[in-house]
C-alpha cells in the first residue's frame, strides 16, 4: 500500500541493460543494519525501482516478495527497526504481553551492468547544503557514488568527494560530462582536484575508452 516508484522506473524497466526479474526466478530478500549497505549494492550497478516505508508488527518476507514479482525487481533490502513501546505502558502491565512494532523501510532493485561502460565510474550529484556551507562554496562536483571496479574506484576515488577541477578547468554538476569528455579527447590520463574532509588532493586518473 506504501509503495512508491521511482521517477526513473519506466526507463530502468524499459532499459535493454536492466536485469529485470524473469518468471520462475527466485526473488532475494536480505535484511540491512543502515544506508551504508544499501550504497554497496548501488556501487555494484544496482538501480532502485522503488521503495516502502511503514510500521508493522514482525512479518515475514512475503509481502516483500509478492510486490517485488509486481515490479519486476530481483532484490529487496529492508531495514527493520525496533520501536521502543516500553515508555507506553504502565507499570502495572505485564510487558511481556507486548506484541512489538518494527519501524520497515524497503527498497527495491534490479541489476544494471551499463555502469561498466563509464568512462570514469561516478553518479555525480549538486553539493549538498551541509557541504556547501562546511566549504563556502556553491561550485564543485558532489561525488554520490562511485561504482566498483572504475577507474575512479581504482584511483580511490571515494563517495562523498567533491571534485572541483579537471585538468585545471572548474567544474559542476551540470559541466562536468562535457568537460569531461572534452578533457579526455586530449589525454587519457586526466588530473582531478579533490576536496575530502578540508582536505585537498590532486588525483591522476586514467579512464577508459569507449
Do not use: C, W
Not at 50 to 55: I, K, L, N, T, Y
Not at 111 to 133: Q, R
Not at 187 to 193: A, C, D, G, I, V
Request: cysteine-free.
Amino acid at each position: 500500500q506504501n509503495y512508491e516508484f521511482t521517477n526513473e522506473y519506466q526507463d530502468i524497466v524499459d532499459s535493454k541493460d536492466s536485469q529485470l526479474l524473469q518468471p520462475n526466478q527466485n526473488v532475494r530478500v536480505l535484511y540491512i543494519n543502515d544506508g551504508e549497505e544499501l550504497y554497496d549494492y548501488l556501487s555494484k550497478g544496482y538501480l532502485i525501482l522503488g521503495s516502502s516505508s511503514f510500521v508493522n508488527h514482525l512479518l515475514s518476507s512475503e509481502k516483500a516478495i509478492e510486490q517485488a514479482k509486481k515490479v519486476k525487481s530481483t532484490l529487496v533490502l529492508i531495514e527493520k527497526t525496533l520501536i521502543d513501546q516500553s515508555i507506553t505502558i504502565k507499570d502495572s502491565q505485564d510487558k511481556s504481553d507486548i506484541n512489538p512494532l518494527y519501524n520497515y523501510f524497503s527498497v527495491f532493485l534490479v541489476l544494471d551492468e551499463s555502469y561498466k561502460k563509464s568512462m570514469l565510474g561516478v553518479n555525480i550529484d549538486d553539493l549538498p547544503n551541509d557541504l556547501i556551507k562546511k566549504y563556502k562554496r556553491n561550485t564543485g562536483a558532489f561525488v554520490f557514488l562511485v561504482y566498483k571496479n572504475t577507474p575512479a574506484y581504482h584511483s580511490n576515488i571515494l563517495r562523498n568527494d567533491i571534485i572541483t577541477k579537471i585538468n585545471g578547468r572548474d567544474v559542476s554538476k551540470d559541466t562536468f560530462s562535457d568537460i569531461l569528455i572534452e578533457e579526455k579527447n586530449k589525454s587519457s590520463t586526466l588530473k582531478f582536484n579533490v576536496l575530502r574532509e578540508s582536505k585537498s588532493l590532486v588525483i591522476p586518473i586514467t579512464l577508459n575508452s569507449f
